[in-house]
């Protein structure tokens, strides 16, 4: 009945997503030489009308020695400089399009936790309801079904009731991530039950206060699928939440600069990117392309915002692509997790960075532990956080992680592991590293 009701609201009143949304079906599912063309031009493209209509995306281009045929040209494309947050807090407006009504640009501010704010402008003219109907899609969600969120913003009053009248007549229950306390949750329980939403979206460590909570009662919460972001997903929080929630749960990678980046499909092998829409290369420290499987610094191109561009945008995030098709398969290319920001970093007294392999401590045994964190002192001494399935299990677990972590090292530093309660977060991320050694 709901499906139905979605199905003639949006006939009526979203023809253009709709249009989108049955292209994009249709692009994940064509052949190889198809799909290598279309990226090439929708990145040319996008490039071109950057350097075209932007001053950023001019002068950057210009200086680093490119002409407008150059740009032309997709095999350049990943020659062309890379675009830093920095950079982008920078620029500022002259990132904004001169021939894009600005009618079009939706502020969308980012940071907090990972440093200074960051103010960018979303384009209102991109598919974006079509690039999450159809990820729902892939988790057997349909976007009428009633859906539950744990996220950092509640909307409250009138707009509440708007967001409600805009969704009727699927409902939508929330909690809010900053503040989850066990009466929130047994708040939000109550609302659950009485909606038996399909979907839960959600921040990783929202969920996992929730999980966790339950869990201790041994409660569950059923569902359909449970899509979690914006945070590194552990193998023992995947284990947790899918135990609560007895659902599949799948992870995405997406960001206020750039939404919807990639998504788990029902093979949980990978985050395929949403490939006609964004571009995903991942390069090493001088912005070259690494080799296929290699891991690297994850930079994006969003090929749906016309009015403030971001090509070759670097995320501050580490990943790999995954070689090969999906068994699914879908067209779209794979890249690993996200493996922790580029920030993630442990500092060596001989001045080595290491950044790799740190969230996979635990593989040896997935179940043993929630989720870790590995705090380094000004001494550069190591101590792993790390929170057990149930208290006092993980010990055997731990010492494995402490004697992986030392061959990684392959230095002489102290490195211990101790049992927590709960690892802190701020903002619903929790860092994997934290490192107050200093830099050589
Ligand atoms: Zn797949």
């Not at 990783?204 to 206060?209: C, P």
């Not at 972001?229 to 899918?242: D, I, K, N, S």
């Not at 055997?396 to 102290?414: G, K, T």
Request: charged content about 25%.
């Amino acid at each position: 009945m709901k499906r139905t009701i979605f199905e003639a609201k949006t006939r009526l009143l979203m023809r253009r997503d709709r249009r989108a949304f049955a292209a994009m079906l249709r692009n994940e599912r064509v052949d190889e030489p198809t799909f290598v063309e279309n990226m090439s031009k929708s990145s040319a493209r996008i490039a071109l009308h950057s350097f075209d209509s932007s001053p950023f995306y001019r002068d950057l281009y210009t200086a680093a020695g490119f002409s407008r045929i150059d740009i032309a040209e997709p095999d350049n494309f990943t020659s062309l400089p890379i675009v830093t947050k920095t950079m982008l807090r920078d620029g500022g407006d002259r990132l904004l399009s001169s021939t894009v009504p600005s009618r079009r640009a939706l502020v969308s501010q980012t940071g907090g936790s990972t440093g200074a704010p960051l103010r960018v402008r979303n384009d209102a003219d991109a598919p974006t309801a079509a690039m999450w109907w159809r990820i729902y899609r892939w988790w057997g969600v349909h976007p009428g079904d009633d859906m539950a969120f744990i996220y950092r913003r509640l909307r409250r009053g009138k707009e509440a009731l708007a967001y409600a009248a805009q969704w009727w007549p699927s409902r939508h229950i929330h909690l809010d991530a900053r503040a989850i306390t066990d009466a929130s949750i047994e708040e939000f329980v109550r609302k659950w039950e009485r909606v038996h939403p399909r979907l839960l979206v959600a921040y990783v460590e929202g969920a996992t206060a929730v999980a966790t909570h339950l869990a201790k009662l041994g409660r569950t919460l059923p569902t359909t699928a449970v899509s979690v972001t914006a945070a590194m997903l552990q193998p023992g929080q995947r284990a947790l939440l899918e135990s609560v929630f007895q659902a599949p749960v799948f992870d995405t990678y997406r960001s206020a600069e750039i939404p919807w980046i990639a998504a788990e499909c029902e093979a949980h092998e990978g985050l395929h990117v949403a490939a006609d829409q964004r571009r995903v290369d991942i390069v090493d420290d001088q912005g070259r392309q690494v080799r296929e499987g290699a891991e690297g610094s994850v930079v994006v191109t969003d090929f749906s915002n016309e009015v403030f561009p971001l090509v070759r945008y670097e995320m501050g995030d580490r990943s790999r692509r995954i070689e090969g098709r999906c068994g699914c398969g879908r067209a779209f290319p794979r890249i690993a997790p996200v493996q922790g920001r580029l920030a993630d970093v442990i500092r060596t007294p001989s001045g080595r960075r290491i950044t790799g392999g740190l969230s996979g401590l635990f593989l040896g045994d997935p179940g043993a532990i929630r989720q870790m964190q590995i705090v380094q002192a000004a001494d550069y001494g190591i101590v792993i956080h790390y929170v057990p399935s149930a208290p006092g299990s993980g010990t055997v677990a731990a010492e494995s992680a402490v004697r992986s972590l030392r061959e990684l090292l392959a230095e002489d530093l102290p490195v211990t592991a101790v049992e927590v309660a709960s690892i802190e977060s701020q903002g619903g991320k929790a860092r994997l590293v934290i490192s107050n050694a200093p830099e050589m």
